[in-house]
């Protein structure tokens, strides 16, 4: 089988288990509305705090109100896009191989990694997520009468979905670790709560701080770096978007590996 023929099949899978969602979604639209509104109110929350902020300050770390309302709306984009399709990885992290359920994932005919994830596709949360990073970011950009280059509206998407990847590819490597230690609900847990962080300046954090979240756990790429480029025009590490997007992805899917070759050597 080729790799085109490989791909064709798996888009052809994701198509198929994703309308399968969407139809569990029309059938419990009450998980839906629970989903996305608590979702929802956390944005709600986290805006309050900007504009209490603000209102003592015109500025913070060089920028406006509305700029960092694009941050925050553009921060849920990636999130949203992770949260609908690698959801499953939580499930992995805390119980999956400490039960001893995960062989179920290497006796199907499909690789292992994408048989875990087709279990929770389009996750109710993560369309909350996306819808109101949309709306939150056309909102500030409206106020901000944000006016994008062609290169930029080219790249925008690009840039979401390398964000996507680098969340994606994080939350692998965290749940991995459970194949070594039976569960890493913990380390996955407080690597997301640091997440976090990229809805905000990075200007703002002690240089630490923005070590740990640009070249550690690389955050900044998500939200920080992309939407520096789209308010502001700051392309200097843009490059490294790229690179550590793929960097990751790849080391990402090299510890699963080792981890599925131990669990079956172990039999665990």
């Known amino acids: 089988m080729t790799p085109l023929t490989t791909a064709s099949r798996y888009a052809r899978l994701t198509w198929h288990l994703s309308a399968v969602s969407v139809h569990r979604l029309t059938e419990y639209r009450m998980d839906f509305l629970l989903g996305a509104g608590g979702l929802l109110l956390r944005v709600i929350c986290q805006i309050a705090v900007i504009d209490m902020v603000f209102r003592q300050v015109p500025q913070i770390a060089g920028w406006r109100y509305h700029e960092v309302l694009f941050l925050l709306g553009f921060s849920l984009l990636p999130r949203g896009l992770d949260?609908?399709?690698?959801?499953?990885?939580?499930?992995?992290?805390?119980?999956?191989?400490?039960?001893?359920?995960?062989?179920?994932?290497?006796?199907?005919?499909?690789?292992?990694?994408?048989?875990?994830?087709?279990?929770?596709?389009?996750?109710?949360?993560?369309?909350?997520?996306?819808?109101?990073?949309?709306?939150?970011?056309?909102?500030?950009?409206?106020?901000?009468?944000?006016?994008?280059?062609?290169?930029?509206?080219?790249?925008?998407?690009?840039?979401?979905?390398?964000?996507?990847?680098?969340?994606?590819?994080?939350?692998?490597?965290?749940?991995?670790?459970?194949?070594?230690?039976?569960?890493?609900?913990?380390?996955?847990?407080?690597?997301?709560?640091?997440?976090?962080?990229?809805?905000?300046?990075?200007?703002?954090?002690?240089?630490s701080l923005r070590w740990l979240l640009t070249w550690l756990l690389p955050y900044a790429f998500t939200a920080y770096v992309p939407a520096s480029y789209l308010l502001f025009g700051h392309a200097a590490m843009l490059p490294w978007l790229f690179v550590v997007t793929a960097g990751l992805v790849t080391l990402a899917l090299v510890v699963w590996h080792r981890g599925v070759d131990r669990y079956e050597m172990t039999g665990s």
């Open 83 to 207: 949260r609908m399709f690698t959801d499953q990885l939580w499930i992995l992290a805390r119980k999956l191989v400490q039960n001893g359920e995960f062989f179920r994932y290497l006796i199907r005919p499909v690789h292992p990694l994408f048989s875990l994830l087709s279990e929770r596709f389009l996750y109710p949360d993560g369309f909350g997520e996306l819808l109101t990073g949309i709306a939150l970011t056309w909102y500030a950009a409206e106020h901000l009468d944000l006016s994008l280059s062609a290169v930029q509206w080219l790249l925008a998407p690009l840039l979401v979905l390398c964000g996507t990847l680098i969340l994606a590819a994080l939350k692998t490597l965290f749940a991995s670790l459970a194949f070594w230690t039976t569960s890493s609900f913990p380390a996955l847990y407080a690597a997301n709560q640091l997440g976090d962080f990229s809805g905000y300046p990075l200007d703002l954090y002690h240089p």
